[in-house]
């Protein structure tokens, strides 16, 4: 489903209100609610709109656990961590317990990161891999998302639920598709003209042999959800 809104801030209203929603549903249906946050700067709108009136106080954050798409394996105050993004526009603003919120510890080890946090997921979801109730996403002008980077050996990880990426400097941790590809909802949050040819290729369904990573994320028994913005979208009237 590709939904196109006029700018970010409006596709920022609707993604942070699908958090809202899916909290609610989830948190009568389990008693909890788990969600995948995205790193990068098209994301940190929607989380600023989460710490504000009104969506703030629709949302039973004691229920709420928080975890990560992936991490930079820098300090967590680093400006370039993911971390750091979400704590500053949403995470230190909300009444949410210090242990709900799981991040990646990628100080400098990237393979031990990456062993540590599937750890972590194994013993919170001990009934398998891990069904998040919703996993925010970004769109890469490479076609990456999470830190899935194009030629990475991470592509090709079908057992673990995590993995180390050591292409890139600082090394990385990412959550693998065996996790992502399990998720209730999926939501790529897409802004920007600079990710309009990225977006067309991710979409194009007349090329079965898509190797772009985001085109790799197909929820098993979820739903896949693009919230774009005008200027990402403009380059959609030439998929074929």
Known sequence: MVEIF?????????????????????VEVSGRFTVVLAGGSTPRRT???????????????????????????VPPDDPHSNEHMARQALLDRVPIPSDHIHPFSCHSDAAKAATDYEDALREAFTGGT???????????????????????PALDEHERWTAAVESKDPGRVTLTYAVLNQGSIVAFLVSGANKGDALRQVLDDSNPTNSLPAARVRPVNGILRYLVDTSAASKLAERK
């Open 130 to 152: 891990p069904r998040f109730d919703l996993i925010y996403l970004g769109l890469g002008e490479d076609g990456h998302t999470a830190s899935l980077i194009p030629g990475d």
């Open 6 to 26: 006029d700018d970010l801030e409006a596709l920022s209203h609707a993604a942070a209100a699908l958090f809202v929603t899916e909290a609610k549903r989830a």
């Open 47 to 73: 989380y600023e709109l989460l710490a504000e009136p009104p969506l703030r106080e629709q949302v039973e954050w004691a229920s709420v656990h928080i975890y990560w798409g992936d991490e930079r394996c």
